[in-house]
């Protein structure tokens, strides 16, 4: 065939379609020189492509699909053409790491209080009171004198490590992890890897929305294209996770080293955060619509949006902005009996292997669409509000659909131009949308 | 005219027996006697100025949907003469039939009984009582050993059963010919092919808009989305049960189809439901019964293994057992040709007096049970609401799926309508699967069995059970099978063999119900 097959790479002379006549800077390939560190669906994805050919060793390449080590080790030290394209950027922890995601929302918040007011400040709750340990100690101990009886949940920052992620109702429970902590501290080699500040005590969120006695969080997938000005795309895909045993908070009571359902799952030696059974986004949204009607799910996905770009604002000065960077976010949200959403991390990896064939396909899709908006075959006019299973959610400024019917005009009413969990119908919008590959006729 | 005259009377007299006594007709007193306090009631004009406040306060309107649901439930007029039988059932072989094969399955379930050394029933000690009431909304947590048992039907059992009815009147000894009927249902029923479907079920024409079409995505709601909601909202605040039936023909939005199906139904969740789902609650709780075993291995084989339905696992648990245990359902039974197996109280067979129905319900479970329930709970979440919808979902409808029964809803009819409107719509395709020894019919029963639950992926099975409680029927069951058959027929007529025709209809989660059924009979 004309085009690479899976395994052998046949290399091209690099040449480049002539600049698509509505946007002349946009200049497209035919060719695309990829590496690739991971071995699931992006690496199908990528093979699969027509016009990408994989570099193996050390050559040049026009885009890479990095995991976030490599970048902190080679990408200060890259020079990249204006046309390459890398998939992290450079300190994307602002947003991931949880201490510095919440630093930074709590200062974009107190911003925003102080120069629109209280009112626009609130709309930043939606992540559950945290303290960073063990800088904020003693702010974390005046709060949870405050609320006697709650739950608190200790998470390492970085990644679940040793202990990992426990809950606990009594400061005595964590008289022990303290000690702990600073034994460790004493006694290992300081890596930067593992900075004093490692964990955040958060408040637990003891009233989750329940299915069938079941607790479940939501994957959502959002690509940034660029932090200034801020571009972010939302999926319509993504799904939701059940945990395996019903939910209960009777098991806290126990010592604090007995880890409860959801934590169980997380430190077990084989916790993979895919398996488990899942419900695709679609199948949620509409047995939440069945049960509260559409409009109480419109507003739930209204709040939801509003975590996105609420969460990516409050990075945007601090983000070092590259235009070789694009980012897919997996974020995580934990929906509560009152059906208020709660962001409880974004993940700058988030996990591309496949649990299923249903969530292979998923998958698939979302990395082929993800490398259509990123387009290095240079088919987009950079006009587009929805791109396959993408729709633009910001554009240095939200972004509407444009239905404009009687009613709507003149008010001042308008429908955000996101449709998570909604029908997506990509095959037919790219079909219309774009040209077909260099040397590929329209199927 | 006289003749018509005389059996509205029976038919009200009959509507008038049921209702009096119910909860509803003591509340209607109660309303009535409390009314009298009120200003606007004079005694010049007492008469209707109660009904005008009965009328007014939306009670009337409850009235008319009680009798609207035993409009639904009433046997077809009969001669007076008829003795109770042909209420179940008119025809005497397939009485026969029925009752031949209800003795196989009580047989299977003694001997399974007589080989474990499980009683049919045994009242749990007081610390099982304990432990189970402190599960009850968990009970999926159980790891039961269910290995012993075994279901005491599969679909493919009672398959055989239908097709080896004969109508002794009726000889169908002909070999295949054009005209003969090439399926494997050998008796010959009334069933309706499509033009008699389209007079039936215009609402699935081409030129009227309905839900699981023209609700697309890219199909600007104004044009009729929006209407259809409108008009959904008003049937539900004006609660009015035929109106409701009439509206779900065309689909129910999914944000109150719980509500509107509730309404068809009249289905409540009055505290006097919520008491009687109390009352078979602690039934379960106090008597273990052989059949629960049976209702748990189903669960776990069919529901728990479902991408979608597994997270209801605990409230399939909470419905069938107390379903089991409903000894209201037995009512069903007057206008249903199965009849409920008897037991004996340990030691005294053949004692009349000591006989027992068994399970209390009449209703044993077969392998797939469990899925009549499962896209219920998509829509209920209170068990008691969820139960009472169940019910009545199985006493109007599902109940005709396994007996033997000549009703146009029964599975027999679905059958032969099936094997039907194939053979008549794509004769080439039916002569070739039957040549290659495929029989569509033995790949289609399993769906009709279930009414395709388990099968179609969630909301398309919802928009088809609308157009079945829409048009008070399980026909449509039969049709949506004869489309998909035609939907891929030209993958079908490449096979060669029963195994590979499975593998080309073994996936159905991607079918759009709404569609297919439109272009089979309209287009």
Redesign the interface.
């Known amino acids: 065939t004309f085009f690479p097959s899976q395994q052998n790479s046949i290399g091209y002379t690099l040449t480049s379609l002539p600049p698509n006549s509505d946007s002349p800077d946009r200049e497209g390939r035919s060719s695309v020189r990829y590496k690739c560190s991971m071995i699931n669906s992006i690496l199908d994805v990528l093979r699969q492509r027509p016009g990408w050919v994989e570099i193996k060793e050390d050559g040049e390449w026009d885009f890479n699909w990095c995991d976030v080590g490599w970048l902190r080790e080679n990408f200060d030290h890259s020079y990249m053409e204006e046309h390459v394209r890398i998939c992290h950027f450079r300190n994307h922890y602002e947003l991931t790491r949880k201490n510095l995601m919440v630093k930074n929302l709590k200062r974009y918040r107190k911003t925003l209080d102080r120069e629109v007011g209280r009112l626009e400040g609130a709309k930043c709750d939606f992540f559950p009171c945290t303290f960073e340990l063990p800088s904020e100690y003693h702010l974390f101990v005046e709060e949870f004198k405050r609320s006697p009886g709650s739950i608190w949940i200790m998470k390492p920052v970085a990644r679940s490590q040793g202990k990992g992620i426990f809950l606990f109702r009594k400061l005595k429970d964590i008289m022990e992890w303290k000690k702990v902590q600073r034994f460790s501290l004493n006694f290992e080699d300081q890596r930067d890897e593992a900075p004093v500040e490692s964990y955040v005590a958060q408040r637990y969120i003891e009233n989750p929305y329940l299915?069938?006695?079941?607790k479940f969080d939501l994957r959502v997938y959002v690509l940034v294209t660029s932090y200034l000005p801020l571009k972010a795309w939302l999926y319509r895909d993504g799904f939701a996770r059940?945990s395996n045993?019903?939910f209960s908070l009777s098991s806290i009571d126990d010592q604090y080293v007995h880890l409860t359902n959801v934590a169980v799952q997380k430190t077990a030696p084989d916790y993979d955060p895919e398996k488990g059974?899942?419900?695709q986004m679609q199948?949620l949204r509409?047995?939440l619509?069945?049960?509260h009607?559409?409009?109480a799910v419109e507003t739930l996905f209204k709040d939801i949006d509003n975590i996105f770009i609420r969460s990516l604002l409050s990075v945007q000065k601090v983000i070092i902005n590259d235009k070789h960077c694009f980012e897919l976010y997996g974020y995580d949200i934990l929906l509560d009996q009152h059906l208020k959403p709660w962001l409880i991390e974004v993940n700058a990896s988030p996990s591309l292997t496949a649990s299923?064939q249903?969530d292979y396909e998923m998958k698939y899709r979302l990395l082929e669409d993800t490398l259509n908006v990123v387009d290095m075959e240079g088919r987009l006019t950079g006009k587009e509000k929805r791109v396959g299973g993408y729709d633009l959610m910001w554009n240095d400024g939200p972004v509407y659909r444009e239905d404009v019917?009687l009613e709507t005009l003149g008010t001042t009413y308008q429908i955000a131009n996101t449709n998570l969990g909604?029908?997506n119908?990509r095959r037919k919008q790219l079909r219309q949308l774009l040209k077909p590959f260099p040397g590929h006729k329209r199927s | 005219m006289m003749e018509e005259g005389a059996d509205l009377s029976v038919t009200i007299a009959q509507i008038v027996h049921r209702l009096k006594g119910a909860h509803l007709h003591s509340q209607l007193e109660k309303q009535a006697r409390e009314c009298l306090h009120r200003p606007e009631i004079k005694l010049e004009s007492l008469k209707e100025d109660v009904r005008s406040f009965l009328k007014a306060s939306g009670w009337e309107r409850k009235l008319q949907n009680a009798v609207y649901r035993e409009l639904h439930i009433l046997p077809p007029p009969g001669h007076p003469a008829a003795p109770p039988e042909h209420t179940k059932e008119p025809l005497v072989y397939m009485r026969k039939a029925q009752a031949s094969w209800e003795k196989r399955i009580l047989k299977s379930l003694n001997s399974m009984c007589t080989e474990l050394g499980v009683p049919l029933a045994r009242k749990r000690p007081v610390s099982e009582q304990k432990e189970l009431t402190n599960k009850w909304?968990?009970m999926?947590?159980d790891e039961p050993d269910l290995s012993k048992f075994r279901p005491v039907y599969a679909p493919k059992d009672f398959l055989e059963v239908l097709i080896s009815l004969k109508n002794p009147n009726y000889d169908c000894r002909e070999g295949l010919t054009a005209s003969s009927h090439w399926g494997l249902i050998q008796i010959s029923l009334n069933v309706r092919d499509i033009p008699q479907m389209r007079e039936a079920y215009p609402e699935l024409s081409l030129t009227c808009s309905q839900l699981g079409i023209d609700d697309h995505?890219?199909i600007p709601p104004?044009l009729f989305e929006s209407e259809h909601i409108r008009i959904g909202k008003k049937v539900v605040s004006e609660q009015d049960s035929a109106a409701a039936q009439q509206y779900s023909r065309q689909g129910c939005?999914?944000?109150?189809?719980?509500q509107l199906w509730a309404l068809i139904l009249n289905a409540t969740n009055e505290p006097e439901d919520i008491m009687h789902y109390e009352q078979l609650k602690a039934a379960v709780i106090h008597h273990d019964l052989l059949v629960d075993n049976l209702i748990y291995k189903d669960v776990k084989l069919t529901a728990s293994n479902d991408?979608?339905y597994?997270?209801?696992?605990?409230?399939l648990y909470q419905v069938l057992l107390c379903f089991s245990r409903d000894t209201a359902v037995l009512e069903h039974f007057s206008y249903n040709s199965a009849t409920p197996p008897k037991s004996y109280i340990q030691g005294k067979t053949g004692a009349e007096e000591f006989t027992v129905v068994y399970p209390p319900n009449g209703v044993i479970p077969f392998h797939g049970f469990s899925m009549y329930v499962s896209p219920l709970?998509?829509?209920y979440?209170e068990p008691s609401k969820l139960y009472s919808v169940f019910r009545e979902m199985y006493v109007r409808y599902f109940f005709r799926l396994h007996s033997i029964s000549s009703s146009p809803s029964g599975i027999v009819s679905l059958c032969l309508q099936f094997e039907r409107l194939l053979q008549n719509h794509l004769p080439q395709l039916f002569y070739h699967l039957q040549a290659i020894g495929a029989q569509p019919l033995r790949i289609a029963f399993k769906w009709m069995v279930r009414a395709f639950s388990g099968y179609l992926s969630?909301?398309q099975l919802l928009l088809l059970w609308d157009r079945i409680l829409g048009y008070d029927s399980l026909e449509i069951v039969a049709v949506l099978a004869a489309a998909v058959f035609t939907f891929r027929a030209e993958n079908l007529m490449q096979v060669t063999s029963l195994a590979s025709a499975e593998a080309v209809l073994a996936d159905l989660s991607t079918l759009k119900v709404m569609p297919l059924l439109q272009v089979f009979l309209f287009a």
């Open positions: 299915i069938g006695g079941r059940f045993t019903r059974c899942k419900w199948q509409r047995y619509t069945a049960k009607g559409s409009e299923s249903e019917s909604c029908v119908d | 909304n968990e999926g947590t995505a890219h104004d939005p999914t944000g109150f189809r719980a991408d979608y597994f997270v209801f696992e605990d409230f709970c998509f829509l979440n969630t909301d």
